[in-house]
């Protein structure tokens, strides 16, 4: 494989993108966990929520800020990377990325400085609300965000139309006719008119076929991110015998989330599958190393696939599964679409979208059995004395971060080679149209040329014309090495500074006099006084790091 | 509503959305520039920093927010200035990525190594983003050469031009000046003291750099003048300018320091407005070729999105004024270390 512009593009993309959704999942899914431990202050004034809330809020924030410094890189790269892309969707994409920055954003980092550093600034019932604002930031801007992209999957309220120039002078002005009317002519660079996608109807944009089903499984698997990486850190509590009663009151909470969302995901992901297999069947079948397209058709559980040769190697499949799956046909033989019916230049690469369904797949089936098994050891008891049960929580927030990548590996991979997917043509009785070849249809566009011919392209936009033409690779390559160099020390520090907070663990909670003061004035009393004596010495200033003491450990 | 009038509205919105950005990012960027130069012990260090401790991350969405706008309202324009300057933008990234990392990342380790590294990450993160945005105005000013895709075709080199290198030196200095009247506004005691000075010294270099740019920018970029000679009601704003320069060194001698906080503010709002009355009725004016060139309506969205987005704003964006006057009020007054600070 050459590594021409395109592949270093993609490469770029896939290595800033998940880099950066390491920690929007994180923040997400903990967001939730803030706002009920919040709430139970509130509702409790039991100073021990209000030190869990604390713990974890300092993490939220060490993970927000590294979220929010590598996600700027993300909207700034569509145009630095992706301009030819940008350009013929802007007009769409565009509008929900400005909607996530003017709506999501500013309420999300607005609110965060209250939520970190308001303790004693505010009273309990504005942190709370401000804990809330946050969370309800950081799950709007993931729809706004997730509206962009399944719009790329299922183009749905827009058109693709030719465009038209101002006829400009030599001095840049525009020109009019006789009438006052400005000159405008279609515009035609070597004999193609140049086209973009824009909207037609907004909120069909925004309720395209796939945002629905897209939305529930990313918010779930942030809950499933989020929950897991607080019961990891809690389990190794319960193990190492620190901080025992904190661990378990976080424990429950946690167990709970993650439950519940991954029961749900597994339903809501069936749903997903049936509907990626109505608008992108190339994606199933890829997804499924599914080549034939007769019924019965079987589902591969594992085996190794082979594109050249369209077959998959030693598997293991169950008869009639996945017509099932896909047509909920209980007779188990209604056929399948499979990527014979795909013109061989519009599969997607096979290897990447096969294995990383299976790994999330897989890893979603241990965490039901693991919770469910979970909630059987709670009630009889013994759920915290299980070691093995414990250490399976340890490293599961290591499984759930796989399984959020490859989720979208799949997802991104299995849409190639598109970058903005055409629809495919269906009948009146929506079932798909092959051509005279035998393979599924794409929807087409024309423009009528100067000349009197007609210019055809696909209703969608390939990823290797998406790319920046005033770009060069090595511009590129240099990009990509400075990103490794940077989100290298990034990571290292993000992993030695969590450690650090883990390792020094919660404060103990205050004493009653807090706990007695519904009126935060007195709080704000109580650290004064507290800083008054700190200004005597500097390294000794019990407030110089939020993190004090923790050198002791 | 035409098109060609939304095109116009989203001109002034984004106009808007820039000088908020200056304004608010101005002063925390200013105040990454003073950092190693005003600031001697580790406490004045922390406290310099928490000075803008819970707000630069909000200030920073308004840079988010533009690029958002941008891509949505102009799209040919996002395109074509993010891929053609594209080495400079991945430094500003790497600088922007710095900046906020280190912020987070300095307190947390008792280190006095770990935090000069820190520290130095915040102040050439500061600077270099500062710098950078500077060359990337003094480039839209003078035009760059463009295709007829509206694609750049020059090279990196181009866009090192003296100018452009004035302009960035100009928005150092302007910012380093915002910063330093801010600190002198959050702080107390010696620090304050030292912060007089600094403030001083900041505007001497800032006047003679606002002097000579003005200068050199009637001479070479014609269409700057153009504008303001085509709407005459256009030349307050340079003479407002001027007047907001001038008032500046008359409120920090008069000890109103507030005043020249604000006055500052306008200096740079000024500086937004002179900017795009200097590019308009253009987005990216080719220097090559000018029929080349991205107008506002060439560049801009189909009328349904450009009024979808404007029915967003409206919506969106007093709210946001709203809570981040909650929020600047809830942090107001002069910065004190807690257990909660960087």
Known sequence: MELDLVLLSRIQFALTIMFHYLFPPLTIGMGVVLVYLGGMYLKTRDPAYRQAQKFWTRIFGLNFAIGVASGIVMEFQFGTNWATYSRFVGDVFGSALAAEGIFAFFLESGFLAVLIFGWNRVGPKMHFFSTCMVSFGSIFSSVWIVIANSWQQTPAGSHIVPMTREVLNEHGQRTFDENGVLITKPWIIDGVPVMRAEVTDFWAMVLNPSTGYRLSHVLLGCFIMGSFFILSICSWYILKGKHVEFAKRSFGGALFLATISSILIAFNGHQQAQNVYHYQPAKLATFEGHFESEGPADLTLFGIPDAEAETIHMRIAIPGALSFMVHDDTSFTEPVIGLDKIRPEHRPPLWIPFISWRLMVGIGTFFIALTLYSYYLLWRGTLFKKRWVMWAYCVSVLLAVIANQVGWVAAEVGRQPWIVHPPIVTDTDNQPVFDEDGFLQYEKVSAALPDGSIYERYAGLSTTDGVSKAVAAEQVAASIVMFLLIYLLLGSVWIFILNKKIQHGPEPPEDGFAKNQSESIFQVGGEHDRLGLADAGLWDDPTESTDRGEQHD | MSREGLAFIWFLLLAVLLTGYAILDGFDLGVGILHPFVAKTDKERRLVMNSIGPIWDGNEVWLVTFGGALFAAFPEAYATVFSGFYLPLMMLLLALILRAVSLEFRGKVKSPAWRQVWDLAFFLGSLLATFLFGVAVGNMMLGVPLDAHHEYIGTFWMLLNP????????????????????????????????????????????????????????????????????????????????????????????????????????????????????IFPFLVPASNDASYSLTILNAASSEKTLGIMLLIAIIGMPCVMAYSAVIYWTFHGKVKLEETSY
């Not at chain 2, 004035?166 to 010696?190: N, P, Q, R």
């Not at chain 2, 007089?196 to 200068?215: H, K």
Request: glycine share 6%; aromatic share 14%.
């Open chain 2, 163 to 278: 100018y452009s290198l004035a302009v960035g030196l100009l928005g150092v200095f302007a910012f380093a000046l915002h910063g330093s009247i801010f600190l002198y506004l959050k702080t107390e005691g010696e620090l304050q003291q030292r912060m007089r000075r600094v403030m001083w010294r900041m505007f001497y270099v800032f006047a003679v750099l606002f002097v000579i740019m003005t200068v050199w920018t009637t001479l070479t970029v014609p269409r700057a003048v153009e504008t303001l000679h085509a709407y005459p009601l256009l030349w307050v704003v340079p003479i407002l300018n001027a007047l907001a320069v001038l008032n500046i060194p008359r409120a920090i001698s008069k000890g109103s320091e507030g005043h020249a906080f604000l006055s500052s503010s306008c200096v740079i709002a000024a500086f937004v407005v002179l900017f795009i009355t200097a």
